[in-house]
């Protein structure tokens, strides 16, 4: 099933008994990765059964219909949005005919949104999720400017379960890839995605890097100390009012992404 076949079921008022914070979000994780349809306690199952022609079709394959469908089904939800009024929420500019795109940056990507698509540096994103990400935040039709108040993702509402994702997809994998390299080689990978030095106490580095235009993410690396027992790590924190831009999984996927993009330009 796809998400807003799901999300008709639900009763859409967000209580966050399923441990996600929306309705919408619970939805496409059941679509997306097979979360368990009894997670929320009003779903309606009367004669919810899989679709056949899902019968026989690789995991791969399916997450990816799944995410086709959850881009067209976001793609429609922001049609409706006036870009004048939600740019300078976004951070955003203005292009394009009768200013009906908007232009910002995505870790130091140009994207181009308009109401038939999203362009990043260009080309269509390859990966899916990209898409998903750049619709959520659009979705949220922005809010204040960050104020800088750094919070861990366990202080979210009914982020545990994810605590560990985060480690798992962006957290440890950067601590393992700054391990053997000098910090000014890590510094000079975050400068080329916007990164502003920050400072923590007893880090070995900080740095702010804006992912989205709201949605700063602050990366703290602490070098390891093998004569002290205590391996290499990073711990990225958020800013508190993230939540009014991203769902969780969405924040999640964001942090990935500063990961992969960090990857790639360590070599």
């Known amino acids: 099933m796809t998400p807003f076949e799901i999300v008709k079921r639900t009763p859409k008022t967000n209580c966050g008994q399923c441990g996600y914070p929306t309705c919408l979000a619970f939805s496409a994780a059941v679509a997306k990765s097979g979360e368990a349809f009894a997670k929320c306690p009003y779903l309606d199952t009367t004669g919810l059964k899989t679709l056949p022609d899902e019968r026989g079709l690789a995991l791969e394959e399916l997450s990816g219909q799944r995410d086709l469908a959850l881009i067209e089904h976001l ?114 990978a975050c400068h080329q995605l916007g990164g502003v030095a920050h400072p923590a106490p007893s880090a070995t580095l900080g740095c702010i890097i804006p992912v989205l235009p709201r949605i700063p993410q602050y990366l703290v690396y602490w070098e390891a100390e093998p004569e002290d027992g205590f391996p290499a790590k990073v711990k990225i924190l958020f800013d508190r009012q993230v939540s009014d831009f991203l769902d969780l999984e969405s924040l999640i996927f964001s942090a990935e992404r500063l990961a992969d993009r960090i990857a790639v330009l360590l070599g």
Not at 76 to 88: G, H, N, P, Q, Y
């Open 75 to 188: 793609k429609d939800k922001i049609s409706t949005l006036d870009f004048t009024r939600i740019a300078v929420p976004l951070g955003a500019s203005l292009c394009g005919e009768g200013n009906q795109t908007l232009s910002f940056p995505f870790l130091a990507q140009e994207v181009l949104l308009s109401r038939q698509g999203i362009l990043l540096n260009g080309r269509t994103p390859e990966d899916p999720r990209d898409q998903i990400l750049i619709y959520n935040y659009i979705h949220s039709q922005g809010g204040a400017a960050p104020a800088l108040d750094w919070i861990g993702l366990e202080t979210l509402p009914n982020s545990i379960s994810k605590v560990r994702t985060l480690a798992t997809y962006c957290e440890n994998r950067l601590a393992e890839l700054f391990t053997p390299l000098p910090v000014e080689t890590i510094m000079a």
